[in-house]
């Protein structure tokens, strides 16, 4: 559910500063050749390793920068000009992210999900996410302004996949959740007539009564739905990076569907074994009874932001 918090702008932020990754054949958010891979060589930092990480390859990239430009670009004659910069940028980040009130609109699937999807379906891009979470070095988010020199690459409204393998999962906000669906299905509908092989793991909540949930169920793409009990599974926290512990229970039941052309289907096929490899996988990501005992009595009973959204 990380990621965007409305329909999201259209610009596409540049990516001067990414963590280092496989080689992948997918493309890129803009329909061009990507650099692909999971960041690190790993599935999903938490926020406090990916921000050390982005701070320590900024002030690497500034101390060997004559000008500005990027994110670790010298702003002064005086030395750390590039890491003030970098201070800045991260601040102006932190504080947009803060502003929303709902590190529930920011969790993820955990790396143990990832690194399956990355490995059995070549998944190379998250679709709705942070600079916080993100999972890959190129990723979807709500705020190409101040996510951009972290690797944002705008709106996933404004992307024009044509192959390729992606991770949806949107904030728990059903109108969102429905138009997330009507442009996966659009672009897979694209994508089949060109004979392209293009794929989607989408996330969303066991809400069956909503639109997009039935436009997934009634997919002639879809390939597989997997749904999930509340108690079988979490998410890595959107705020972990002020938080104890890393995952949180997921408040509902989950849906995880996917999605593939002709041609994809037949490149990333989805077996009976990977899909009992995904359920263990989102198990794994439930947390300890201490973690959630401690979640608990943080938030008390009436706490509607752990809940994401509440449903109207």
């Known amino acids: 559910m990380a990621g965007e918090q409305g329909s999201g702008a259209g610009a596409s932020g540049s990516a001067s500063l990414q963590p280092s990754g496989d080689a992948s054949d997918d493309e890129s958010p803009d329909g061009q050749p990507g650099t692909g891979g999971a960041a690190a060589g790993s599935a999903t930092l938490c926020a406090e390793a990916r921000i050390a990480q982005l701070e320590a390859a900024a002030a690497e990239e500034g101390s060997g920068s004559e000008g500005g430009g990027g994110i670790g670009g010298s702003s002064g004659k005086g030395g ?38 990355r490995d059995r379906l070549a998944v190379g891009c998250e679709c709705f996410a942070s600079p916080l979470n993100a999972s890959f070095a190129r990723f979807g988010s709500a705020f190409p302004d101040v996510d951009g020199p972290f ?103 989950s849906g995880l569907f996917i ?19 995904l359920r263990t996988a989102m198990a794994a990501c439930v947390p300890s009874a201490a973690a959630a005992e401690r979640q608990r009595k943080q938030r008390g009973q009436n706490d509607l932001e752990w809940q994401g959204l509440i449903k109207n």
């Open 259 to 277: 999605l593939q052309t002709s041609a994809a289907a037949k490149k990333w096929g989805v077996t009976p074994p990977l899909v009992a490899q």
């Open 151 to 253: 690797g944002s690459a705008g709106s996933f409204f404004s992307f024009q996949l044509k192959h390729g393998s992606y991770e949806v999962n949107p904030p728990f906000v059903p109108a969102l959740l429905t138009a997330a669906a009507e442009r996966v299905g659009a672009l897979l509908q694209a994508a089949e007539a060109a004979g392209g092989a293009l794929s989607f793991a989408f996330i969303m909540p066991g809400w069956q009564e909503v639109a997009g949930w039935q436009l997934l169920q009634s997919s002639p793409f879809l390939r597989e739905c997997l749904l999930v009990a509340a108690a079988d599974h979490g998410f890595c926290d959107g705020s972990s990076h002020q938080a104890r512990d890393p995952y949180r229970q997921s408040p509902f039941d």
């Open 80 to 117: 750390g000009g590039g890491r003030s910069e970098f201070h800045l940028r991260l601040f102006a980040l932190l504080l947009r992210y803060k502003s929303i009130q709902g590190a529930g609109f920011q969790a993820a699937a955990g790396p143990p999900v990832f690194r399956l999807l």
